[in-house]
């Protein structure tokens, strides 16, 4: 488990990480949101021990990670890909760190195996792609078979086969009872990844909260319903003080459950070809949260809009 209590963080007159508590349990993933310069790295550094805090503390299993005996066999850790040696091969890199923490140096060809790297074991690391340079960080963090992993966008770089396979295999980790704790800024991925939620914005916490009902939470639900009565549907929806909006061809209903609009139509003999809800995505509302701790915002409207015709100078 992973646990930050009463966590503060200040450099100079800035304050990166203010009062931050949550716990990180076994046995799910957890996603690590919040907007850039949220405070998400550093608290990460802080729980790896590779910064201090100002005031609080974080603990694995009930101890600080600099008072692990041989850490990798505790924690396994991707903060930066790039964070090597680029003249060593892959194979000496992951020895290296294997001997470091007494770890049997057979275990350097399992997780090259795990991770798909087995046939540039020895291929130099700086001519590594950023995809496959997270595949040989995820194989770092697995020497030590840990309890705890911790990633730090996972996903940066990798091909559509695999962004799958590291969603697999987080998800196959925390099913062994590990704690995963991933950030990332990939919203559509969390949302298929994640079982629960981290989210912090200026250095607090926002929420602590399960997926789903994080996503239930937001103001972008709605209710969508097709029938061939649509204006008799729409005169008594908006009869009952309900919003009603035109979507694709769908009435769009805000602040009703789909049985309310069911009953509804039924009460009144209307024909309903379709009737479900359409539920915020976790970008959306990851958005409406965190809109007030977002550092910089743009303007879309000053955005120039050009057109191009054959020929002509972009």
């Not at 003080?241 to 009460?267: C, N, R």
Request: glycine fraction near 10%; proline fraction near 5%; charged fraction near 20%.
């Amino acid at each position: 488990m992973i646990e930050v209590q009463d966590l503060t963080k200040r450099y100079g007159s800035t304050v990166a990480v203010d009062r931050l508590s949550f716990t990180v349990p076994p046995g799910v993933v957890t996603g690590f949101l919040g907007p850039n310069g949220a405070g998400k790295s550093t608290t990460m550094r802080i729980i790896l021990g590779l910064d201090r805090p100002t005031s609080g503390r974080a603990l694995i299993d009930g101890r600080p990670y600099a008072s692990l005996k041989g850490p990798l066999h505790h924690v396994g850790a991707l903060l930066d890909a790039k964070d090597v040696h680029p003249g060593r091969t892959a194979k000496a890199h992951l020895t290296a760190l294997a001997l470091s923490n007494g770890i049997p140096t057979r275990r350097v060809g399992e997780v090259l195996d795990l991770t798909g790297l087995s046939a540039v074991a020895k291929k130099r690391i700086r001519g590594f792609s950023l995809g496959m340079s997270q595949r040989l960080g995820i194989a770092a963090t697995m020497l030590g078979d840990p309890d705890v992993l911790m990633f730090d966008e996972p996903v940066n770089g990798l091909d559509p086969e695999g962004i799958v396979w590291i969603r697999t295999f987080m998800r196959a980790m925390a099913a062994e009872g590990r704690t995963v704790l991933v950030s990332s800024h990939l919203m559509s991925e969390m949302a298929l990844t994640a079982d629960h939620l981290i989210v912090i914005g200026r250095g607090r916490l926002l929420a602590d909260v399960a997926t789903r009902a994080f996503i239930e939470a937001s103001s972008g639900n709605s209710v969508r319903v097709r029938s061939p009565q649509r204006d008799q549907l729409e005169s008594l929806l908006r009869g009952k003080g309900l919003a009603t909006t035109d979507v694709d061809g769908y009435l769009q209903v805000q602040g009703v459950t789909p049985a309310e609009v069911g009953d509804l139509a039924a009460a009144n003999r209307l024909t309903v070809h379709e009737l479900f809800v359409q539920n915020a995505s976790l970008e959306a509302a990851f958005m409406e949260m965190t809109s007030a701790s977002v550092e910089y915002h743009a303007d879309t409207a000053d955005i120039p809009h050009t057109t191009t015709t054959q020929g002509a100078p972009r």
